[in-house]
């Protein structure tokens, strides 16, 4: 495989400022030779699930932000609800979405929008942005989103902003060890951060012993103070049980009472939402006597509509008085795998009681929800966020580039132009098989059966020349599919990545004229890849394939599959002869 041999300093340099994502300036000059132009996407989701359970008036579909959008949490100021997602080494980082109701949700952008805030350029897709905590202190009117950011010597950072519509600070590194913190205000002015991190030395127990930490938090430095730190979970509800990875911990405060919730058992089967009460911020913490108060492991995986890893949440108060909480739960396809990766769901809360439990998150999630009182369902129109099974067209004209497309380690301005005839991609030398930023621009796999296409011109000058579509769940797992050169022949190759060993599926001679099309078409755990070079009559190559590799429980990691256009001048796939 070629190294690459791009410098990303100067390019990157233009971006630095960026907090939107303006293509506005189309070049003046037309598209280099040999560079590609994608000049439309057209991505479509058809799943079963939807269309045997069409939406009534009064009703909306879970969940909320379908594909790998996980680890979700909420805050609001007033009227206005926002909503931060993981996004790992994808760039930009960490979606942030705003909504008035809980239902009808828009991408406002992402926090982590310049390479000075996030430098994720050589981490492997699932480092990077873990866990973003968000949380807006009416003390000074400010927000805060918090996270630990494997990549760049960061560790845990703070960003701010008086209004997330504008955009970010820059990071500040705070001074503590572990993963997952989120800021809590009380309303006596006192900041505190919670967050999971490894025992005492010397007292780990067994594997996957965490506890949950609290530190007081200067709100005038930004940072936490030291000293103040003390363990308040020492590994789950009942240490005796050995509870495994406590973690993603939030505090709150209802009736003068203290409650920190955590989520527990891991990330996957086991996984579920604990909760904790007491008198005082520092503990100590006593157990619901109900704990999980969410949790879907103790059902048949073989069940219909199978919702399943439920975890990872975030509660807050609705528009009307009513609590409401987010969270990330998979949804397996029919062979069990889990290409679409954590989704954000959400369901009602009650909070009647002493301790607050998920309605209905005990019992198998269902596909719908009753809207709040007074709630119209605007998804997927008057550009809220669509979800259900919806159709995605995008011709690159628009001012700006859609929020849903993303780059990986790197700043999708980096490398795509816009010009008058569709999206220029310049090829970095990078392979997508390789830790280095990819010339790829990315949309989320969002449903288990699924298209994705787009026509390409395109004529590549030499072998080292490629481009295509690729459906990607990580460097070691993917598949690249596309036109390359050899000799003086051109060839549509399909390449299938697997515990990063690369093999040639199939691969096929075509006249080229320098405009193909090209599809990918996914059915639970079937894909096919496909081609046209008239713009109408597909043709597959390589029949129908397995996407078990696209899975996050075969390739291990924490993002879902993503599908997206792709160009290198590095190349190292060959035609079979």
């Known amino acids: ?51 045997e359970n069409p939406l009534e008036t009064n009703e909306f579909y879970n969940p909320i932000l379908q594909g790998c959008y996980p680890d979700p949490a909420i805050t609001r100021k007033g009227d206005d609800y926002y909503l931060v997602a993981s996004s790992f080494a994808m760039f930009p980082g960490v979606p942030i979405f705003h909504s008035k109701d809980l239902v009808n949700w ?36 400010t927000f805060y989103m918090i996270t630990t950011a494997f990549a760049g010597g960061l560790g845990n950072i703070v960003v701010k902003t008086k209004d997330p519509m504008q955009g970010w600070s820059e990071p500040i590194k705070l001074d503590f060890a572990g993963i997952d913190p989120s800021i809590f205000f009380d309303d006596d002015g006192k900041a505190y951060v919670v967050h999971n991190d490894a025992p005492n030395k010397g007292e780990e127990l067994y594997q996957g012993h965490r506890v949950i930490k609290i530190w007081e938090y200067d709100v005038e430095k930004d940072q936490i103070i030291k000293g103040t730190d003390k363990i308040i979970v ?76 439920a975890g990872h949440a975030d509660i807050i108060e609705g528009p009307n008085g009513e609590w409401y909480g987010v969270f990330l739960a998979i949804r397996p396809n029919a ?39 007074g709630v119209e369902n605007k998804t997927g129109k008057e550009g809220y966020f669509p979800n259900g099974n919806f159709t995605f067209k995008e011709d690159f004209s628009a001012d700006k ?27 970095f030398e990078t392979e997508i098989t390789e830790l280095k930023p990819t010339s790829t621009l ?34 070691r797992f993917n598949y690249a599919f596309g036109v390359t050169k050899k000799g003086k022949e051109y060839y549509v190759v399909l390449q299938r990545t697997e515990k990063g060993e690369s093999t040639i599926i199939a691969s096929e001679k075509i006249d080229l004229d320098g405009k193909l099309s090209l599809k990918v078409e996914g059915d639970n755990a079937d894909y096919k890849f496909s081609y046209a070079t008239d713009g109408a009559n597909y043709k597959t190559l390589g029949g129908t394939v397995s996407g078990d590799i696209l899975s996050t429980n075969v390739a291990g990691g924490f993002t879902g599959a993503l599908v997206g256009l792709y160009a290198t001048s590095g190349n190292s796939i060959e035609p079979l002869e």
């Open 401 to 427: 580039l859609d929020y849903r497309w993303i780059g990986l380690r790197g700043p999708r301005e980096a490398f795509i132009k816009q010009t008058k005839k569709g999206l220029e991609i310049e090829p």
């Open 1 to 51: 495989m070629k190294k690459q041999n791009l410098i990303l300093a100067p390019a990157l340099a233009l971006i630095l400022s960026l907090t939107s994502f303006d293509l506005k300036k189309e070049r003046p000059d037309p598209p280099k030779k040999g560079v590609p132009v994608f000049s439309n996407v057209v991505y479509e989701g058809n799943d079963a699930v939807y269309n």
């Open 335 to 373: 062979a069990g795998q889990v290409n679409t990766g954590r989704e954000t769901f959400i369901l009602p809360v009650d909070w009647s009681g002493t301790y607050p439990v998920f309605e209905n998150g005990l019992v198998p999630i269902e596909p719908t929800l009753d809207l709040p009182e």
């Open 442 to 475: 990315f949309h989320r796999q969002m449903h288990k059966t699924f298209s994705f296409k787009t026509d390409l011109t395109y004529t590549p000058k030499s072998d080292e020349d490629f481009a295509g579509i690729t459906a990607l769940q990580n460097e």
């Open 234 to 309: 020492n590994g789950g509800v009942d240490l005796a049980d050995k509870p495994i990875w406590i973690e993603a911990p939030h505090l709150y405060k209802k009736d003068g009472k203290y409650f920190l919730m955590c989520a527990e058992g891991g990330t996957g089967g086991w996984h579920s939402e604990v909760i904790f009460m007491s008198d005082n911020p520092k503990g100590p913490f006593v157990p619901a006597p109900s704990n999980p108060i969410l949790t879907q492991r103790y059902f048949p995986k073989d069940r219909e509509n199978n919702v399943d890893w």
């Open 106 to 141: 828009k991408q406002i952008g992402h926090v982590l929008d310049r390479v000075s805030q996030l430098d994720v350029h050589d981490t492997g897709i699932s480092q990077g942005v873990y866990a973003p905590g968000i949380t807006y202190n009416e003390n000074n009117d």
